[in-house]
């Protein structure tokens, strides 16, 4: 099988049939229940943040965008857009 031109490698990396704000809401409801202590879903951001900075395997934006989500929504949590919450 031969790589469309332009493209790097031919490979597929990720594919999701799945409502992109489906998906989100499907991991807050997990999520919620792992991450229920404020210093969990603080250490839980900080390794998406770095995830992401590194962009390579591991990183799922959906759990990422879930897990600010989750965060915004306790009080003092986030302060000026940065997430705050300590245990």
């Given at each position: 099988?031969?790589?469309?031109?332009?493209?790097?490698?031919?490979?597929?990396?990720?594919?999701?049939?799945?409502?992109?704000?489906?998906?989100?809401?499907?991991?807050?409801?997990?999520?919620?229940?792992?991450y229920?202590?404020?210093?969990?879903?603080?250490?839980a951001?900080?390794?998406?943040?770095?995830?992401?900075?590194?962009?390579?395997?591991?990183?799922?934006?959906?759990?990422?965008?879930?897990?600010?989500?989750?965060?915004?929504?306790?009080?003092?949590?986030?302060?000026?857009?940065?997430?705050?919450c300590?245990?």
């Amino acid at each position: 099988m031969r790589a469309a031109a332009g493209v790097g490698s031919g490979r597929v990396y990720a594919f999701t049939c799945e409502d992109p704000e489906a998906r989100v809401r499907r991991h807050m409801a997990g999520l919620a229940v792992a991450y229920g202590a404020p210093a969990a879903l603080a250490r839980a951001l900080r390794l998406a943040r770095k995830a992401a900075f590194r962009g390579g395997i591991g990183y799922d934006p959906a759990r990422h965008a879930a897990l600010v989500r989750l965060a915004r929504r306790r009080p003092g949590c986030f302060r000026d857009g940065a997430p705050t919450c300590r245990g």
